[in-house]
Structures are given as C-alpha cells and as structure tokens.
C-alpha cells in the first residue's frame, strides 16, 4: 500500500508547473492550490468609488507614484542615531506615497464540486493592517504587514456562483522608519482541501541524530479535522532526495474534531549534509489516507545539519568551524518596490554569492517566505528577524500599538512557517529594541525567548544590541541565548572578558555609506560627512557617528575567535533612511549598499569579495577622469599581498600589506599621486615582485556610444522573471564615461515588458517606471520581465548623440 500511495503522489508533486492561476492537483479529493495573481482591482485613497484599476498581485500601489518630499515628514529625535534634539527629516520612509488606504477586490469561482472541501485563503504578507471580505462579510484581521496568516473562507463562500473577494489595507503615518510598501505586495492563495488534512504549516521536521551511517528525521504533524466525528486515518511519510525515495514510515490513528498531532521517527541512511557549499536538501510527502484513498497530500522540505554556538572558539557547522560573512538585507527590491519577485531575489543572492557572502539577516521583520527558501538552496546561513519594536516606541504607529495583542501571534506564526530550513540557524526577536534602556527590559526579551524556545527548542533566540551597557545592566542581553552585537568592534574584548561563557557575533557591522562612483580627495576617514553633492566617498571611508569602515571590522573578526562573524548593514541599498543626509533633500534612498538600489557593485563589493571569497581580486579604484595636475589617492581592494603603481609607465611605488596600519591591512594604498591622464596601471605582484597580475584604467574621451550587458540571455515565459540590464556609456575606444549623465531611453519589443529603471543615485527623483532614466556616473539599469508567451524579448538603449544598443533574450515555457 505504501508503495501505491508514493507513486501516485510523486506523480503530482513532480510534475505539477505552478504558475500564475494554475492548480496543484489531479484528483478533485487532492489539495488544490491556486495562485491569485492576474485580475484584481485597486483603488488608493478614494472610499470604494468605481474608480478601480486592473493590477498583477503582488502590487505596490506607491512605487509607481511620484516622490514628494512632504510624505511622512516627520520630526523626530532618533536615539540610535544620536540626536540630541528632534529633527526635521524628510527622506526617511522613501518619500513614496505608501501612506493611506489601499482597497482590491477580485472576483473568485467556486462550483459545487467544491461543497464540502475546507477552503482557505493564505497571504505571505499584505502591507498593512489587513481586513479581508468575502461577499460583504468580515473574514478575519491581521495587522503586521509582514506576517504570513491565513483565513478559513468556508462558511462565507456562495457555490456555484459569484463570490467578490475584499481586502482593506491601510498605512499609517508614523508608522516605519523605512519603506515598508504598500499594498498586497507578496503571494495571495487560495488553497481547497479535504475536511480532514494537514493544517498550514502542518510539519514540524528536526534531526536529533545525524552521523555518517544514519539520520534521525522527527517529523511532527498538525491534522485538522473538521468532520463531526472521530476518523481512522493513516499517515504515510515519505523522504526524498533528488526526487528518489530514501525511506518511509505510516502511522495509523484517530483523529478528533479540531487538531490532532502525530509524531513518526524515519531512519535515513548516509544522510547527505547541509551546508553553504553543499545545500542538500531533502523533501517529505506527507499522505493522509481514510480507507485506503488518499484524501490529502502535504510536501515540506528539510536538510540534515548540526550547528553548534561556543563561547570561545566560534561557531560549527556540521562539527566544522565557519565565520559568518553575512549581510542584512531590507525586503524592499530597489526600483521594484516591495512587491516580492522570487526571480529579483534569486539575482541578488547570486550577487552576494559571487561576492563571498556566506549569510543573510532579515531585516528588520520577518521576510517574504521565499527568502528563507532560497537561502536553502543557494547555501546561506539564515537568521530570521521578527521585530524592529517592541512595547517602547521607535514610531508613534509602530509595532507599540500592537504588541500586547499580537506579539505572541506574529513571532509564533513566523517559527511554524520557517522552522523546518536547514540554512535557518537562529531566531532574532528584535533589532536595537528601546527596552534597552529600561529596568525591566528583560522581562519582554524573556517573554519572546520563551516563545522561541516552546515552538522551535532546536535553534537559539538572538537580538541586535546597539546599547550594550544598557541591554547588559538591565538583563535584556542575559535573556537571549546569543547577544549580538550592533557597531561594537572595539568591545568584543571588554565584553567576552566581563561575560566568558556568553557566544556572540556581530549582529549589523560597520555601516559604511559611499555613492558608487563618487569619489573625493584626500582617501580619508568621514565621520557623518556631509557635502554639498549629498553623496557619500566611494573610497569606503565614510561612516555615521555610531557606525566603522569595514577595516575596523575586519580587525575586530581575525583578531577574536570567539565572535563568530558579522552582518554587514547593508547588503543592497534601500528605500529610505538617507543617513548621513537625513535633514538634506532630494534624498530617498540609503546609502549603506554594497550594492546600490539598482543592483551596481559599488567598490565596496570588491573589498568584501577580497576578504571573504576564494577567488583572486584585484580592483582599482578610483576611475582615471581628473583636472590634471590634481593630487588624488589610488587604492587597490586585493588579497594579494603587495602591487605596483605605474602612471603613463612610470611606477609610483610598491606597496605591502602591513598589519600594523588599519588601512594597510586589507588595501593598498597610494596617496598624493600627482594625476596625469592617460594610463593607470596596478600590477599584483608575487614574493619575488615578479607580476601575476594587473588592471588597467585609461583616461575615457568623451561619451560616444552605449552598451548593454545582461545577467541571463534565457529565461522562462512565466509573466514573472525579471532581467537586469545594465546600460554603460563608453567612449570610441569602449572605455567607460566615468562622469556621464545622458538620458537613456528605452524600447521594448517581442514577449517582455520594462518593468522597472534605476541608475543607484540617492539622489535622483526620476520615476522608477519611465521608459528612460539617466545614467548616474556611467551607468543605469532596466528591469525587463517576461510575458507568459515563448518568444524573443528585445530591448533597445538610445540616447541623443551617442550610438544605441540592442539585447535580445529568448524566453521559454520550461528552461
């Protein structure tokens, strides 16, 4: 009988194409899952007018709008910031329409097939406030906005006829300290099941035992049943690896009214481990059978790892010590706003791969679901964050308002959606929380830990400490399994030495702000610099008051073992939080990105990619453009150990890594170069000063022609992948224009849409949606996206006086 069940349903799992409105399913007694993407009707402001318009769900009803420096101004005195008195800040939540009331409708069928199934609707996140409407009745609530829930729309569905589904957002001023989004901006489903079936999350999966000859899977399962009566059912276990069965287990039971639990042990053998480098994952298919008829079906997946936090020597993995070389990333996408695409994410993870990144913070909430799973598969450690606020408040309509109601609620719903990934390794119940400074500020970390340790006893609870005498006084920091540690490099000694037994890391490091390109002399320390341009030096020097270069880190890591490693605060821009200009305007955007909200390395990439990834890096910086006679600082991001300097021929010197000087350390450094045009050329060089390698930078002409280069030429016809291309404006000898400021046009032609631009300055307030954008130093970049049709997607770049350029990329159903 098992082996019946398990072909059957590998045949549904395996090659079912979920895409937009199409169904899990083969038999009408299966779980169904249908996406609600296309059709919805949304209208911002005006109280249920008709005037609706037609949008694609996930929606951002603000990042298509115009930026208005008047929106969420708001004066305020920001702690974590240092002020000593309110301030006037304009920028701060994006300065993007994303406060008021957002209203969709969308109309749903149900057939009198579906009499008797239970019938859900499930939202992975709705920005904010949430209140669904089925045929004019109140379905249910959820505030958080980054909360995933879900909402039993049985007893208000009308079968066989016409159902109008309402969902009444709204946010409020005040109410962020960043752009949140707005609107229905992650996944909406509805899912139809058997009366009798695995709930929502209905897995809980751990590993107690894992050795080279076996693995223990514990697999906990929630069945919900609905029925009148007590029901015999059996439940089937099945475990795969690369879609081939390892081992099964079933388990008769009766199962009563409301929730039931079962728990079966499966014995895996030669258990594949999980790891950065090797991302095994394993799946379950979960099969609930009355009478010989599967009746549901429910698929999770899982992966075998040990992790293991010590106070002295770091953090294990799988019994081998790793550093994290993390980043925290907000959930906004740039130019895309906060509407989640899987694909935009995917691309920004692999640029974090490349780069050597090894880890990822959610920050300052919990993340689209999607995150954590691609975290799985690309091999990244994961640290799940829930809160940025807890009872004090950061902002007058922030998480305050609901935390005696909801906290429980929201933390408890974030540790059942995610707790069975592997790349998961701890739970952050807050970010620079206020209750710092308050007496009894433990009593609210307790409360939350205790939450993590009831729902998940396999991993720890964490918190970002930027008060650390305050969170250690007041206890707050003894109330999390493992402190972290906000900017605090140069006390991770006094800290291990007052608290020895405590295991701890660098929670969110250096916050180094630059604008890519943008380069001024002398190469110097910044501290909350603020010029007259508004931007920020791009040679990776300047910080806020509270904040380090990445130097200062760097130290700070190689030289304590026993912290296990940082999250760089950021790893992209984002909407919002101008800092240092947070009075200053036009500014909208961050400028803490090692990559820029339009998806550009700055130099900094390069930095990190030298201390953290495996490969040889050489890049040189700044570009060769400057009055001459200028005096002006080269530097070289490089883990090789000494270079040579040659302007037009003539060497300028070499320079060694010397451990003794911060910024000599994990840079080489040139400064008080006399700038000539013509050539710059840095040669890496061996112990025997023999070269290995070298990078060369030409004085550029003047702007001539353009260029594209993409990130893939094949994506699929799905209506949702997204491609970056980046437009480069080179002169005649296809150098780049390191200064140029040209408008680019774009044109899209065959089975693709714009979807978005961006060029990466703070500073710009150009729409995010024109089909044009201006190049900030050299550069900007389309979004193009599928249509769901196969065929050819061409885009064209052109720009007055300059020679155009033209892509194609070919889009198919399955790639």
């Not at 660098?506 to 380069?519: I, L, N």
């Amino acid at each position: 009988m098992k082996r019946h069940y398990l072909i059957y349903i590998i045949g549904i799992l395996f090659s079912m194409n979920i895409g937009c409105q199409k169904v899990e399913k083969i038999d009408r007694q299966y779980r169904e899952t249908i996406r609600l993407t296309d059709n919805w009707q949304f209208q911002y402001q005006d109280t249920l007018s008709d005037q609706w318009t037609n949008v694609t769900v996930p929606h951002d009803w603000a990042i298509s709008m115009d930026f208005d420096k008047t929106i969420d101004m708001q004066e305020v005195m920001v702690l974590e910031d240092g002020d000593p008195v309110p301030k006037l800040r304009t920028g701060r939540t994006g300065a993007l329409p994303h406060i008021g009331k957002g209203f969709y409708r969308k109309e749903l069928n149900f057939t009198n097939q579906d009499k008797g199934k239970k019938i859900y609707i499930q939202f992975d996140g709705a920005m904010s406030h949430a209140k669904v409407y089925l045929n004019k009745k109140f379905v249910g609530s959820w505030p958080y906005g980054y909360t995933s829930f879900e909402f039993d729309i049985t007893p208000y569905i009308n079968y066989g006829d016409y159902n109008l589904l309402e969902v009444h957002l709204e946010n409020k001023p005040l109410s962020s300290r960043w752009y949140p989004g707005a609107g229905i901006y992650r996944n909406v489903r509805i899912v139809k099941t058997n009366p009798i079936h695995v709930k929502q999350w209905g897995t809980y999966i751990t590993t107690p035992v894992i050795n080279e000859e076996e693995g223990l899977v514990n697999i906990e399962t929630k069945i919900s049943n609905s029925t009148v009566k007590e029901q015999k059912v059996t439940l089937v276990q099945t475990v795969l690896f690369n879609n081939e069965r390892v081992a099964s287990e079933e388990q008769s039971l009766y199962v009563q009214k409301g929730e039931n639990t079962s728990e079966i042990k499966i014995d895996v053998p030669s258990p594949k481990l999980w790891s950065p480098d090797t991302p095994n994952l394993y799946k379950v298919i979960t099969e609930v059978v009355v009478n010989n008829e599967i009746i549901d079906t429910f698929h999770s997946e899982f992966g075998f790892r040990t992790i293991e936090f010590t106070n002295n020597d770091g953090f294990f993995l799988n019994g081998k010590e790793l550093k994290f070389k993390g980043v925290c990333l907000h959930h906004d996408l740039g130019p895309l706003g906060a509407a989640h695409n899987e694909s935009a994410l995917r691309h920004r993870l692999l640029k974090l791969k490349e780069m050597g990144a090894n880890a990822i913070r959610s920050t300052h909430n919990p993340s689209d679901p999607s995150l954590v799973r691609l975290t799985d598969e690309l091999g990244f450690l994961f640290i799940a964050e829930a809160f940025d606020e807890w009872e004090v408040p950061k902002t007058e309509n922030g998480y305050n308002t609901l935390w005696n109601e909801w906290a429980e609620k929201d933390l408890a719903a974030l540790i059942h959606r995610d707790r069975n990934h592997p790349s998961l390794i701890m739970w952050s119940i807050g970010n620079e929380i206020r209750e710092q400074t308050k007496k009894d500020g433990a009593k609210n970390a307790q409360f939350l830990t205790d939450i993590c340790h009831r729902e998940d006893p396999s991993r720890p609870s964490t918190a970002g400490f930027n008060n650390w005498k305050g969170a250690i006084a007041n206890g707050l920091a003894d109330a999390v399994d493992i402190p972290g540690w906000n900017y605090k490099p140069n006390k991770y000694e006094a800290i291990h030495k007052q608290h020895p037994k405590w295991k701890m890391y660098g929670s969110e490091t250096a916050s180094t702000v630059s604008s890519r390109g943008e380069y001024f002399f002398p190469a110097k320390e910044g501290k909350h610099k603020i010029r007259p341009s508004l931007h920020s030096n791009s040679f990776d020097m300047d910080f806020p008051n509270w904040a380090q270069t990445p130097d200062r880190e760097f130290k700070a890591q190689d030289k304590h073992k026993f912290i296990m490693g940082e999250f760089v605060w950021t790893g992209y821009d984002y909407l919002g939080e101008p800092t240092p200009y947070n009075e200053e305007w036009p500014t909208k955007s961050s400028y803490f990105g090692i990559i820029d909200l339009a998806g550009i390395p700055k130099d900094r990439f390069y930095l990190y990619k030298s201390k953290w990834s495996n490969e040889k890096v050489l890049h040189v910086l700044p570009h060769w453009n400057w009055k001459e006679g200028q005096t002006v600082s080269v530097h070289a991001y490089t883990n090789y150990n000494k270079a040579e300097l040659f302007i037009n021929g003539k060497s300028m010197g070499i320079k060694t890594k010397n451990n003794n000087s911060l910024y000599d350390t994990y840079r080489l450094r040139w400064d008080n170069i006399t700038y000539h045009s013509g050539e710059m050329k840095v040669v890496a060089l061996n112990d025997q000063n023999e070269a290995i390698e070298e990078v060369v930078k030409q004085t550029a002409g003047i702007p001539y022609q353009l260029k594209i280069e993409v990130d893939r030429s094949e994506v699929q016809a799905n209506g949702e992948e997204v491609i970056y291309a980046s437009v480069s404006i080179l002169d005649k000898n296809r150098q780049l224009c390191p200064k140029a400021d040209q408008l680019v046009t774009f044109n899209v032609e065959g089975q693709g849409t714009l979807r978005a631009v961006g060029n990466g300055d703070p500073t710009s307030l150009e729409s995010f949606v024109a089909p044009k954008r201006k190049a900030f130093n050299g550069m900007c970049m389309a979004i193009l996206q599928s249509t769901k049709e196969e065929g050819k997607i061409t885009m064209t770049a052109s720009s007055q006086g300059l020679a155009p350029a033209t892509i194609t990329i070919h889009t198919q159903q399955t790639l």
